[in-house]
């Protein structure tokens, strides 16, 4: 019985999840109700209170995991010091989960979202690696959040901007100074 269980708390989950998100595609955060995720997600109101204790819960497991995949996928081309291999494929990771990213990080709900996958990413990175110098922590956060801003822009008008050339800017305005900064800190740091 409770391994039936437990795959009711996971598709539960996951329909919230999913209901989240496409609300979010074309609202705010602040004109999504609990009514209306439990609504789409197919499950009473009352459950959705047995899975999160509101709306703003459900948005940070939604970035959670969004960003724990993101992490996976570039974490071993940045720890080869694959610099353009890492911007282009996280740019192929945004692609491939293309109406989620739009819905969260371009959407009307983008600023919260962009924040807490930010807050995600440094404590994941806090936690896998010890800082070197006090600059560490300072590049951590230019390095995340300068990247989530680029793919929040390039979501918004991607015929403008092919996969390409939205790796080569991320690789040049973003990985290869913070990589420099790395290299040669600078004095007294």
């Given at each position: ?95 491939e989960h293309l109406a989620?990213?739009?819905a969260l990080i371009a ?46 822009w390039w979501l918004r ?33």
């Amino acid at each position: 019985m409770s391994r039936l269980s437990d795959a009711r708390v996971v598709r539960t989950r996951q329909a919230l999840r999913q209901a989240m998100t496409e609300l979010a595609e074309d609202r705010p955060l602040e004109a999504i109700t609990v009514r209306a995720i439990a609504a789409r997600a197919g499950v009473g109101y009352a459950t959705f209170f047995r899975h999160y204790v509101d709306k703003e819960a459900l948005l940070a497991d939604v970035a959670d995991l969004l960003t724990q995949a993101f992490l996976a996928r570039i974490r071993p081309l940045l720890q080869q010091r694959d610099r353009r291999g890492a911007a282009r494929s996280l740019c192929d990771f945004v692609l491939e989960h293309l109406a989620l990213y739009r819905a969260l990080i371009a959407g009307g709900s983008g600023q919260t979202v962009r924040a807490e996958m930010l807050r995600q990413c440094l404590v994941t990175v806090a936690n896998t690696r010890q800082p070197a110098s006090p600059l560490d922590d300072l590049i951590q956060l230019h390095l995340v959040s300068t990247i989530l801003n680029l793919v929040a822009w390039w979501l918004r008008d991607l015929e403008a901007v092919d996969v390409a050339t939205m790796a080569e800017i991320i690789e040049r305005l973003v990985l290869t100074p913070v990589g420099g900064l790395r290299a040669d800190p600078p004095k007294g740091l």
